[in-house]
Nanobody, 125 residues
């Protein structure tokens, strides 16, 4: 059974930092693109960042570019999201996602096959 488990969420003040982790189990994702999405109350789930299967390509939403960094450690089957200079508008539940198909650089939201349960991030002003 494949599981993606997010951790690292919490409450911080504006300008602070958090590092989210997503640990995968049940299969290896070292050849698969992975991503982070978020959903704020009353809003649709939106793309935040993704990383190619090799880790050589990363993609970011304009709203987080320059503040967030996605990375992966294939030996640990884990993907990370370093979030700096957090803003109140970053408040949301953050979800990790993984593509079941191998060797893709970019995967649209509809292409992800596995999703985690989410971790809450709250940024106060």
């Amino acid at each position: 059974q494949v599981q993606l488990v997010e951790s690292g969420g919490g409450s911080v003040q504006a300008g602070g930092s958090l590092r989210l982790s997503c640990a995968a189990s049940g299969r290896t994702f070292s050849s698969n693109a992975m991503g982070w999405f978020r959903q704020a109350p009353g809003k649709e789930r939106e793309f935040v960042a993704s990383i190619s299967w090799s880790g050589s390509s990363t993609y970011y939403a304009d709203s987080v570019k320059g503040r967030f960094t996605i990375s992966r450690d294939n030996a640990k089957n884990t993907v990370y999201l370093q979030m700096n200079s957090l803003k109140p508008e970053d408040t949301a539940v953050y979800y990790c996602a993984a593509d079941a198909n191998s060797y893709k650089n970019y995967v649209p939201r509809s292409g992800y096959d596995y999703w985690g349960q989410g971790t809450q991030v709250t940024v106060s002003s």
